[in-house]
């Protein structure tokens, strides 16, 4: 219950930070699957929080956030990196490298990504590779 008012709260200072301009995001990887809340993605740096989504065979509790950069960006695709801090009750901490690569397949409605990710990062003492897909939806307020 505490991790999830922390992840509670951490999701309402994004959203407060991004002036009502969110964006969501389920991303799934080999065995584990994540519900993100961020900020913009087309800016510059952007900033993502992930709740790990366990279900009856890992029910454990997680939480990533994850701070981005843009290296490259078109109409159809975003190529980031960043930094990952996350914390898992089944290994007690990472932090990672993240790289991302998001395709806009529909010019009618660039705020739709399918987001490519791959992170290298260290728990256990060891260095880890994980990879994963997931869709993003930028959530935009008309001024």
């Given at each position: 219950?505490?991790?999830?008012?922390?992840?509670?709260?951490?999701?309402?200072?994004?959203?407060?930070?991004?002036?009502?301009?969110?964006?969501?995001?389920?991303?799934?990887?080999?065995?584990?699957?994540?519900?993100?809340?961020?900020?913009?993605?087309?800016?510059?740096?952007?900033?993502?929080?992930?709740?790990?989504?366990?279900?009856?065979?890992?029910?454990?509790?997680?939480?990533?956030?994850?701070?981005?950069?843009?290296?490259?960006?078109?109409?159809w695709y975003n190529f980031s990196a960043g930094l990952l801090v996350g914390y898992h009750e089944?290994?007690?901490?990472?932090?990672?490298?993240?790289?991302?690569?998001?395709?806009?397949?529909?010019?009618?409605?660039?705020?739709?990504?399918?987001?490519?990710?791959?992170?290298?990062?260290?728990?256990?003492?060891?260095?880890?590779?994980?990879?994963?897909?997931?869709?993003?939806?930028?959530?935009?307020?008309?001024?």
């Amino acid at each position: 219950m505490k991790h999830l008012i922390i992840f509670c709260f951490l999701s309402i200072g994004i959203g407060l930070t991004a002036k009502a301009q969110v964006s969501v995001g389920l991303y799934k990887s080999s065995v584990f699957s994540h519900l993100g809340v961020g900020t913009d993605p087309e800016k510059k740096y952007f900033g993502e929080v992930r709740l790990f989504a366990g279900d009856w065979l890992n029910n454990y509790f997680g939480a990533e956030v994850i701070g981005q950069r843009n290296f490259s960006q078109t109409e159809w695709y975003n190529f980031s990196a960043g930094l990952l801090v996350g914390y898992h009750e089944f290994n007690e901490g990472m932090i990672g490298v993240p790289a991302f690569f998001s395709i806009k397949p529909l010019q009618a409605n660039t705020n739709l990504s399918l987001v490519l990710e791959a992170t290298p990062f260290v728990a256990y003492s060891s260095v880890h590779l994980r990879g994963s897909i997931g869709v993003r939806y930028f959530l935009r307020r008309d001024d």
